[in-house]
């Protein structure tokens, strides 16, 4: 690796740093400022249980002293108690989540990535044809329609009429369905940058040039074209990834699957205030970290590009 490509990576880690300690900052105040608490909403409760509970887990403290605990707490990654699920630490309910999560995102994403890739260089290839005018309309209507509106449908259909999926996310093939749900919009989005980007790169000179000089067209279009093309796939794959691997909130609601993000939404309800800060952590710094993978896969695919 040489200097200035270590150089780049260490600013960009320092500005990740700085990036998710912003994400806490503002998640603690805002989550802070919004008025009830954890414990308000808990039946046959006292006022003095309530307040017992709250020195129990330090939020009778000053907000910033809260604040500073919180931190130096995050540094030494302890995220703290579950406020809900008595005797539970955050990390390990996230663990538990992200098992689920990151099988059903990975899974999800690559499906995605080699779909979506195929497409849309075939229709760029077929460019106003029969097939890139079908590959467009299925990729418009995917890409137009919500995931509740798909995973429902898909429930509907596969779980419920046909019965030949399970329902649950939660029991064995259970995952079918919301892998389908959740690759289905990132397919079709890859599928039109692709084309878009493919078509692009056809007509720039070096590809008139190679094929004047009688360079195969397979060359030309695995070696050149389709390389080239991958630039701006790359730049939305990792961000897509990340947020794919955290989960889905509509989708793990709607096929009951047991991962973070189903937990996250609980938190919210129950206003858990670890947890809902714990989630938001692991989401930042994930989406952070495959952004700087994304700019140092650029040089990569495209040595000509230099990072600054």
């Known amino acids: 690796m040489n200097p200035k490509t270590l150089k780049y990576i260490i600013k960009r880690l320092i500005l990740a740093v700085f990036t998710v300690w912003v994400v806490i900052t503002l998640t603690f105040f805002i989550m802070h400022a919004v008025p009830g608490g954890p414990f308000v909403g808990e039946k046959a409760i006292s006022k003095a249980a309530q307040q017992a509970l709250e020195a129990k887990y330090g939020l009778d403290k000053p907000l910033m002293t809260q604040y500073v605990t919180y931190l130096k707490d995050v540094v030494h990654f302890r995220f703290g108690p579950s406020l809900k699920l008595r005797g539970r630490m955050v990390i390990d309910i996230m663990a538990d989540g992200l098992r689920t999560s990151v099988k059903l995102g990975v899974i999800a994403a690559v499906l995605a990535l080699i779909s979506g890739v195929i497409l849309g260089a075939a229709a760029a290839l077929r460019r106003n044809t029969v097939l890139d005018r079908i590959i467009m309309v299925i990729t418009t209507a995917f890409v137009s329609m919500p995931s509740f509106i798909m995973g429902s449908l898909l429930l509907v259909i596969f779980a419920i009429k046909l019965q030949v999926l399970p329902a649950n996310g939660a029991t064995p093939g259970g995952l079918v369905l919301p892998i389908i749900t959740l690759m289905l919009y990132p397919m079709a989005y890859i599928t039109r940058l692709t084309r878009s980007s493919m078509l692009d790169v056809l007509g720039q000179d070096y590809i008139r040039t190679a094929k004047a000089k009688g360079v195969s067209r397979n060359k030309i279009i695995f070696g050149h074209a389709l390389k080239n ?62 952004n700087l993978i994304s700019d140092i896969l650029y040089k990569v695919v495209d040595p000509r590009i230099t990072l600054d």
Do not use: K
Not at 264 to 277: G, L, T
């Open 229 to 290: 093309s991958l630039i701006p796939v790359i730049t939305y794959f990792g961000p897509m990834l990340a947020y794919i691997v955290t989960g889905s909130l509509v989708v793990e609601q709607i096929f009951a699957v047991p991962g973070i993000g189903r937990a996250f939404v609980s938190s919210i309800i129950n206003r858990d205030y670890m947890m809902i800060m714990g989630t938001t952590i692991v989401l930042a710094t994930l989406i952070v970290i495959m």
